[in-house]
C-alpha cells in the first residue's frame, strides 16, 4: 500500500503515545484516521488536530468495539489499515507481600491487551472481506499488532502482561494464515523500553538508569521511531506473518 491519500485507518489507544504519533503520521501522509480510545476527550483533541474522527471504545467488550468500528466506518469508510495499540502495563507479583494475586487482576490485562486486539482485528478484518483489492496482488489491507519484548523475556510481576503480549506474538503467524486468501496481512511490533507518557512521568535518574540499559542507541524509544516502522509495515507489501523487535538490541533481565 504505497499511498495513504484518502485511506481510512483505525488505531486503537490512539489518544497517546505510540497510538497518537502512528495516527498523525498517518494523517500528515493522508490517511483519514480514526482514534479509537477509552479517554474520549483527549482523543476528540488529537483528532480535530489531524481533521480525524474520535471514538469511545472499550477493546475488551464485543459490544464497545463494534459500535466503534461501525462508527469510525460511517465517517470514513471501511478501513484498510488497523495498529492496535491500546493496552495496559501493570505489574503484579504472583504472591506478594498482600498475598496471591487475584485472578481477575490477570484476567484483565489479558482481556484487554490479548482480547482486545483479536476483538478489533477480527472485525475489521470482516468489513476488509468486503472491499475491492487495491492491487495486482489482490491485497485489501494490513494490520498491526502491539507487543512487547516483555513477550520473549518477561521481569518479575509481568506474568500477565508478558502473557498478553506472548499470545499476541503467537497469534502473528496465525492471523496472517488466515487471513491470507482475503489478501489481507498481519504484522506485530514488539517495543522495548519506549518514551511515553507513563514513562515521561518516572524521575529523570529512573529513565537515565532505564536509558543505560540499551545497547546502542543508549535512550529511551520514540513514539515516532514506532511510527516510521508501522508505516513501513504497511508499504511494504512483503512483511507478513512476523513480529518485529524495536528494542535497540535490549535483552531484559529479571528485574
Do not use: W
Not at 535512550?219 to 523487535?245: M, P, S, W
Amino acid at each position: 500500500m504505497k499511498s495513504l491519500k484518502n485511506v481510512a485507518a483505525l488505531i486503537t489507544g490512539g489518544a497517546s503515545g505510540m497510538g497518537a504519533a502512528t495516527a498523525k503520521h498517518l494523517a500528515s501522509l493522508g490517511a483519514k484516521v480514526a482514534l479509537l480510545d477509552m479517554n474520549l476527550e483527549k482523543a476528540e483533541e488529537l483528532a480535530k488536530e489531524l481533521g480525524g474522527v474520535a471514538v469511545h471504545c472499550d477493546v475488551s467488550s464485543a459490544e464497545s468495539a463494534e459500535k466503534a468500528v461501525a462508527a469510525a466506518k460511517e465517517a470514513h469508510g471501511a478501513a484498510r489499515i488497523l495498529v492496535n495499540c491500546a493496552g495496559i502495563a501493570p505489574g503484579k507479583r504472583i504472591v506478594g507481600r498482600d498475598g496471591v494475586m487475584p485472578l481477575d487482576d490477570f484476567k484483565k490485562v489479558i482481556d484487554i491487551n490479548l482480547v482486545g486486539s483479536f476483538n478489533v482485528l477480527r472485525l475489521m478484518a470482516a468489513d476488509l472481506a468486503e472491499l475491492d483489492p487495491i492491487d495486482e496482488d489482490g491485497e485489501r489491507g494490513v494490520i498491526i499488532n502491539t507487543a512487547s519484548v516483555a513477550a520473549y523475556e518477561g521481569q518479575i510481576g509481568q506474568a500477565a502482561y508478558s502473557a498478553s503480549k506472548g499470545g499476541i506474538v503467537g497469534m502473528t503467524l496465525a492471523c496472517a494464515r488466515d487471513l491470507s486468501k482475503l489478501g489481507i496481512r498481519v504484522m506485530t511490533i514488539a517495543p522495548g523500553i519506549m518514551y511515553t507518557p507513563m514513562m515521561a512521568a518516572m524521575p529523570d535518574n529512573v529513565q537515565e538508569s532505564l536509558a543505560q540499559q540499551m545497547p546502542f542507541p543508549q535512550r529511551l524509544g520514540k513514539a515516532e521511531e514506532f511510527a516510521e516502522l508501522a508505516l513501513h509495515i504497511i508499504q511494504n507489501q512483503y512483511l507478513n506473518g512476523e513480529t518485529i523487535r524495536l528494542d535497540a538490541a535490549i535483552r531484559m533481565q529479571a528485574k
